[in-house]
Antibody, heavy 118, light 110 residues
Framework: EVQLVQSGAEVKKPGESLKISCKGS????????IGWVRQMPGKGLEWMGL????????RYSPSFQGQVTISADKSISTAYLQWGSLKASDTAIYYC???????????WGQGTLVTVSS | QTVVTQEPSFSVSPGGTVTLTCGLN?????????PSWYQQTPGQAPRTLIY???SRSSGVPDRFSGSILGNKAALTITGAQADDESHYYC??????????FGGGTKLTVL
């Protein structure tokens, strides 16, 4: 059974750093792109970027380029989303999802709530 | 900047048919954008409904169908049920690994 399990909720202060994770199981993790999606409170879904764990090739939405870093460690089947300096506007739920053939996302993590508040 | 457009809200009567659309601020949507559709209920992760324009994801009822209508991608729900009341999002593939979500449509069944 394919599963993506994300790390737990985080509460951080502005200016702090953060790295959240997404662990895949039940399939060949290096062989599928993993995408990250943001959902701000009460808002829609936003595509942030994705990574191919097999060679760590990462692509970013222009809106998120330079704001976050996507990485992966195929030896532990885990993808990451990280911030160097959080802002209050980074408060959101972040989902990881596996990209399958035909460029769609077929399996989703449960989401990680990130709260940034002083 | 690429903007994917969706109706902000729509309503349908139980048993009725509704078509939600997904367009571009400039240009037409075609199959080469591999449009996909996702359903999200409050507090839940998105669920994949349709991919590659008109292919239903595993376990999705056949009352959900996808197509290209004119210059937009479309999601049609035939025989709407109460538990179809959700947010629906389309995603278009722009090439070079980049995808873009539409703003989402809140569907009310009443």
């Amino acid at each position: 059974e394919v599963q993506l399990v994300q790390s737990g909720a985080e509460v951080k202060k502005p200016g702090e750093s953060l790295k959240i994770s997404c662990k895949g199981s039940g399939y060949s993790f290096p062989s599928y792109w993993i995408g990250w999606v943001r959902q701000m409170p009460g808002k829609g879904l936003e595509w942030m970027g994705l990574i191919y764990p097999g060679d760590t090739d990462a692509r970013y939405s222009p809106s998120f380029q330079g704001q976050v870093t996507i990485s992966a460690d195929k030896s532990i089947s885990t993808a990451y989303l990280q911030w160097g300096s959080l802002k209050a506007s980074d408060t959101a739920i972040y989902y990881c999802a596996r990209r399958s053939g035909y460029y769609h996302y077929d399996y989703w993590g449960q989401g990680t709530l990130v709260t940034v508040s002083s | 900047q690429t903007v994917v457009t969706q109706e902000p809200s729509f309503s349908v009567s139980p048993g009725g048919t509704v078509t939600l659309t997904c367009g571009l601020n400039s240009g037409s949507v075609s199959t080469t954008f591999y449009p996909s559709w996702y359903q999200q209920t409050p507090g839940q992760a998105p669920r994949t409904l349709i991919y590659s324009t008109d292919s239903r994801s595993s376990g999705v009822p056949d009352r959900f169908s996808g197509s290209i209508l004119g210059n937009k991608a479309a999601l049609t729900i035939t025989g709407a049920q109460a538990d179809d009341e959700s947010h629906y999002y389309c995603v278009l593939y722009m090439g070079s690994g980049i995808s873009v979500f539409g703003g989402g449509t809140k569907l009310t069944v009443l």
